[in-house]
Nanobody, 118 residues
Framework: QVQLVESGGGLVQPGGSLRLSCAAP????????MGWYRQAPGKQRDLVAN???????HYADSVKGRFTISRDYAKNTVSLQMNSLKPEDTAVYYC????????????WGQGTQVTVSS
């Protein structure tokens, strides 16, 4: 069973910053696209940002200019730097690994809570 291990969630005031990290096995990290999703209570899980093995990134409109996704091949980690946080960013954030070619595979982390509140 592939494990994606997330860290870095917590409570932060509006306007603050947090950095999420996700560690993946080397065999996964080197060939899978990596991403972050989030799910607020009563809502569906939505894509926040993803990054391909080639370094191409995509962001949800709601986080463009505030969040930055990056990947470190030396540490087999993907990170999400979140700045200028808003209360509406409050959600459980999930790390996601996706192989975009056959056989298609996807894996999820266990989730980490991010709460933005004063």
């Amino acid at each position: 069973q592939v494990q994606l291990v997330e860290s870095g969630g917590g409570l932060v005031q509006p306007g603050g910053s947090l950095r999420l990290s996700c560690a993946a096995p080397r065999s996964i990290f080197s060939i899978y696209d990596m991403g972050w999703y989030r799910q607020a209570p009563g809502k569906q899980r939505d894509l926040v940002a993803n990054i391909t093995t080639g370094g191409f990134t995509h962001y949800a409109d709601s986080v463009k200019g505030r969040f930055t996704i990056s990947r470190d091949y030396a540490k087999n980690t993907v990170s999400l730097q979140m700045n200028s946080l808003k209360p509406e960013d409050t959600a459980v954030y999930y790390c996601h690994a996706h192989r975009p070619y056959l056989p298609i595979r996807s894996y999820w982390g266990q989730g980490t809570q991010v709460t933005v509140s004063s």
